[in-house]
C-alpha cells in the first residue's frame, strides 16, 4: 500500500524557474492538502482540497496554484520560484480527521 | 483562528528518563488533537490523536497524551525515552467539519542522549 506518494524528493530551481510537484494518493481520500515546513516554523497549509474539481487557498497559498482533476492526484505549481519558497513540501490525504503524509519534497532555490 | 502552542522548542534527555512535552491551543470549540512524529530525514507520522471521550490517550511506542479540556492542553509523556525516540514532536489540531485541515505547532525538538 503506497499511500501517499510525492515526486521528486528533492529539486534546484533558479530564481524565476517554474514547477510542478506530483502528489498521489490512493486510499481514495476525499482531502488533500499542501503544507510546507520552515525550520522552527512548523507546517503551514498552502492550499487543501475536498474533492475532485475543488480546491482553496489555506494559510500561505501565495506563488503557489493546485488543480484536482481527479481524487488521487494534487499537484501543486510554482509559477516564479522566489528564494522564499525555498522550503520542504509535504502532502498529505485525509479522511475521518486525520492526515496521511508523504515523503516530502526538499526545494531550493536559488 | 485557532492557533496551537509547543513551549519546549528543544529538550535534551537521558535514556529511561521520563518525557513531558507541553502543547497548549487556543480554540474554545470542539477540537481533534493529535502528536506527529518526524524521525530525522523523514515524513510526519501519526503517535497518538484524541477525538473523544477517555482523555487519556495511548498511542504506539509507549507515548500517551492527556487532553485537560479546562486548560486547552494536550501534553504528551512517555515514561522512559529511548535513543530511538530522538525526532521532532508536532502537535496539531483541527475542527471536526473544517474538512480536516491541521493547524500545527512550532514543534519539539528531542534528543535523546545515551
Known amino acids: 500500500n503506497a499511500g501517499v506518494t510525492q515526486t521528486p524528493k528533492f529539486r534546484i530551481l533558479k530564481i524565476g524557474q517554474s514547477m510542478t510537484l506530483q502528489c498521489t494518493q490512493d486510499m481514495n481520500h476525499n482531502y488533500m492538502y499542501w503544507y510546507r515546513q520552515d525550520p522552527g516554523m512548523g507546517l503551514k497549509l498552502i492550499y487543501y482540497s475536498v474533492g475532485a474539481g475543488i480546491t482553496d487557498k489555506g494559510e500561505v497559498p501565495n506563488g503557489y496554484n493546485v488543480s484536482r482533476s481527479t481524487t488521487e492526484d494534487f499537484p501543486l505549481r510554482l509559477e516564479l520560484a522566489a528564494p522564499s519558497q525555498t522550503s520542504v513540501y509535504f502532502c498529505?490525504?485525509?479522511?475521518?480527521?486525520?492526515?496521511?503524509f508523504g515523503q516530502g519534497t526538499r526545494l531550493t532555490v536559488v | 483562528a485557532q492557533s496551537v502552542s509547543q513551549h519546549n522548542h528543544h529538550v535534551i534527555l537521558s535514556e529511561a528518563a521520563s518525557l513531558e512535552l507541553g502543547c497548549n491551543y487556543s480554540?474554545?470549540?470542539?477540537?481533534?488533537l493529535f502528536w506527529y512524529v518526524q524521525y530525522p530525514g523523514q515524513h510526519l507520522q501519526l503517535l497518538l490523536k484524541y477525538f473523544s471521550g477517555d482523555p487519556l490517550v495511548k498511542g504506539i511506542k509507549g507515548f500517551e497524551a492527556e487532553f485537560i479540556k479546562s486548560k486547552f492542553s494536550f501534553n504528551l509523556r512517555k515514561p522512559s525515552v529511548q535513543w530511538s525516540d530522538t525526532a521532532e514532536y508536532f502537535c496539531?489540531?483541527?475542527?471536526?467539519?473544517?474538512?480536516?485541515?491541521?493547524?500545527f505547532g512550532t514543534g519539539t525538538r528531542l534528543q535523546v542522549t545515551l
Open positions: 498529505a490525504s485525509g479522511r475521518d480527521g486525520e492526515a496521511f
Open positions: 496539531a489540531v483541527n475542527q471536526p467539519g473544517t474538512a480536516s485541515k491541521l493547524t
Open positions: 480554540y474554545g470549540g470542539t477540537v481533534n
